[in-house]
């Protein structure tokens, strides 16, 4: 299994990548929650010769496949071919009134805005003209002045995130990989996610050879005493999701539903300091690792052993930095 960690902030880019490629650890991925994801990568790859770098991700419906096959081709050159291209939808509020781009149909337009983002990058590549017509994305003009400089190393990898089966059966047919959300348990992967993803696949005339299942799952670890007071913020963020309507068939899987609901009335009442008191312990161990650092490889090994590809990993602040790369490379071990 292949162990990854996070980049948060243009400013400490660098030494966070550097420290990351130093530490063992085989990518580097920066989200897009209040930042750019790209920025990051750029100063990253500059400092790095060996860590993959990716976005976790970069919200697709918020730009064109133009926009976006100009920036993953230029970090893909720049990091001579390290980029791993993260993309997800967002939901639904976010898409319309935070960035003020259209909303149809998320699974279908991410779809066809992976394979605008294929013929694009081929026009570039082998030459062809560019004649790229779906419902949501029309691309047939390239000028050769626009063309980007050719380079070796192929497009990026392509990732996408998901939750319900139509995305995620939408990744299996078009992406390299999937991202599964961080709010997700075992049983599910092994449900639902999966199933979905070799359907998808199949529908490709492709198998799962080379396809990778990443995930940054709940870990909660360090001394008794970081553990414990982790576990409310841990619980405030199982609610949080879980008021999510896009996210209920999660807990609907393990019988939860009912709670699923209230939470959402919660949430839409604003009444947030009362939600993570909703959240129990059974609810915590479906969700979240909860172990000691010497404990930790064997606990994620048995939760997803032979599930995920890849996981992303954060030790615990206290943890010196020669024990955290050790059990980065345990834990890579593990599965």
Same mark, same amino acid.
């Given at each position: 299994?292949?162990?990854?960690?996070?980049?948060?902030?243009?400013?400490?880019?660098?030494?966070?990548?550097?420290?990351?490629?130093?530490?063992?650890?085989?990518?580097?991925? $920066?989200?897009?929650? +209040?930042?750019?994801?790209?920025?990051?990568?750029?100063?990253?790859?500059?400092?790095?010769?060996?860590?993959?770098?990716?976005?976790?991700?970069?919200?697709?419906?918020?730009?064109?496949?133009?926009?976006?096959?100009?920036?993953?081709?230029?970090?893909?050159?720049?990091?001579?071919?390290?980029?791993?291209?993260?993309?997800?939808?967002?939901?639904?509020?976010?898409?319309?009134?935070?960035?003020?781009?259209?909303?149809?149909?998320?699974?279908?337009?991410?779809?066809?805005?992976?394979?605008?983002?294929?013929?694009?990058?081929?026009?570039?590549?082998?030459?062809?003209?560019?004649?790229?017509?779906?419902?949501?994305?029309?691309?047939?003009?390239?000028?050769?002045?626009?063309?980007?400089?050719?380079?070796?190393?192929?497009?990026?990898?392509?990732?996408?995130?998901?939750?319900?089966?139509?995305?995620?059966?939408?990744?299996?047919?078009?992406?390299? /990989?999937?991202?599964?959300? /961080?709010?997700?348990? !075992?049983?599910?992967?092994?449900?639902?996610?999966?199933? !979905?993803?070799?359907?998808?696949?199949?529908?490709?005339?492709?198998?799962?050879?080379?396809?990778?299942?990443? +995930?940054?799952?709940?870990?909660?670890?360090?001394?008794?005493?970081?553990?414990?007071?982790?576990?409310?913020?841990?619980? !405030?963020?199982?609610? %949080?999701?879980?008021?999510?309507?896009?996210?209920?068939?999660?807990?609907?899987?393990?019988?939860?539903?009912?709670? +699923?609901?209230?939470?959402?009335?919660?949430?839409? $009442?604003?009444?947030?300091?009362?939600?993570? /008191?909703?959240?129990?312990?059974?609810?915590?161990?479906? %969700?979240?690792?909860?172990?000691?650092?010497?404990?930790?490889?064997?606990?994620? $090994?048995?939760?997803?052993?032979?599930?995920?590809?890849?996981?992303?990993?954060?030790?615990?602040?206290?943890?010196?930095?020669? $024990?955290?790369?050790?059990?980065?490379?345990?834990?890579?071990?593990?599965?």
């Amino acid at each position: 299994m292949k162990i990854d960690g996070g980049i948060t902030g243009l400013a400490g880019a660098a030494a966070r990548a550097r420290a990351l490629e130093g530490d063992g650890y085989d990518a580097a991925w $920066a989200g897009e929650l +209040n930042q750019d994801p790209f920025l990051p990568l750029a100063v990253a790859a500059e400092v790095t010769d060996r860590i993959e770098l990716g976005t976790s991700i970069a919200v697709a419906l918020a730009r064109s496949p133009m926009t976006l096959a100009y920036t993953a081709d230029d970090l893909q050159r720049h990091s001579g071919g390290r980029l791993l291209l993260g993309l997800g939808s967002q939901v639904k509020a976010h898409v319309v009134r935070r960035y003020s781009m259209p909303w149809g149909r998320p699974a279908a337009q991410l779809r066809e805005f992976v394979l605008a983002l294929r013929t694009i990058w081929s026009s570039w590549q082998d030459g062809t003209p560019l004649d790229f017509r779906g419902e949501y994305y029309r691309h047939t003009l390239m000028p050769p002045d626009f063309v980007p400089p050719r380079h070796d190393f192929g497009p990026p990898r392509v990732l996408l995130a998901g939750v319900g089966e139509l995305m995620t059966r939408t990744a299996g047919e078009v992406a390299d /990989g999937f991202l599964c959300h /961080g709010y997700t348990t !075992a049983r599910w992967i092994r449900e639902r996610t999966l199933p !979905a993803l070799r359907e998808g696949r199949e529908r490709a005339g492709a198998t799962m050879d080379g396809f990778e299942v990443a +995930n940054t799952p709940f870990i909660v670890t360090g001394t008794d005493q970081e553990m414990e007071a982790a576990l409310p913020v841990l619980r !405030a963020r199982i609610a %949080f999701y879980a008021s999510t309507p896009a996210y209920r068939g999660v807990f609907e899987l393990h019988g939860w539903g009912d709670l +699923n609901q209230e939470l959402t009335a919660l949430s839409k $009442a604003g009444r947030w300091p009362e939600m993570a /008191g909703l959240v129990t312990d059974e609810m915590v161990d479906a %969700f979240a690792i909860v172990a000691r650092p010497d404990d930790l490889p064997d606990r994620v $090994a048995e939760r997803f052993g032979g599930l995920l590809t890849r996981i992303t990993f954060t030790p615990p602040p206290g943890l010196a930095r020669d $024990a955290a790369a050790d059990l980065v490379e345990r834990l890579r071990a593990c599965c």
